[in-house]
């Protein structure tokens, strides 16, 4: 079994970054495929990004790329969203989710963290 638990959301403004980080137990966490989800209020969950077992290759949603970086330290059980240059449309709880068998950008993941708020201000 892997738990995972996001942290490091919060109110930023806009163009401003955050480092959102999401940490897991369980040994199993290196052997697995990381993905970032986000979901605004009233509106669908979207994939933001993945990253292989072994950190490369990773993948983005349009939305963000350029913008956003994901990567993991598995000696730290822990996988990370970089996000810069913050937009309002970036609103959202962010979650992180490991262990998908099927598409990194799918919702197929088998496990799922509980969410960290993202908030930019205009």
């Known amino acids: 079994q892997v738990q995972l638990v996001e942290s490091g959301g919060g109110l930023v403004q806009a163009g401003g970054s955050l480092r959102l980080s999401c940490t897991a137990s369980?040994?199993?966490?290196?052997?697995?495929?990381v993905g970032w989800f986000r979901q605004a209020r009233g509106k669908e969950r979207e994939f933001v990004a993945a990253?292989?077992?072994?950190?490369?290759?990773?993948y983005y949603a349009d939305s963000v790329k350029g913008r956003f970086t994901i990567s993991r330290d598995n000696a730290k059980n822990t996988a990370y969203l970089q996000m810069n240059s913050l937009k309002p449309e970036d609103t959202a709880i962010y979650y992180c989710?490991?262990?998908?068998?099927?598409?990194?950008?799918?919702?197929?993941?088998?496990?799922w963290g509980q969410g960290t708020q993202v908030t930019v201000s205009s």
């Open positions: 990253v292989t077992w072994s950190g490369y290759p990773t």
């Open positions: 369980g040994r199993t966490f290196r052997s697995y495929p």
């Open positions: 989710a490991a262990g998908t068998s099927g598409g990194l950008t799918g919702y197929d993941y088998r496990y």
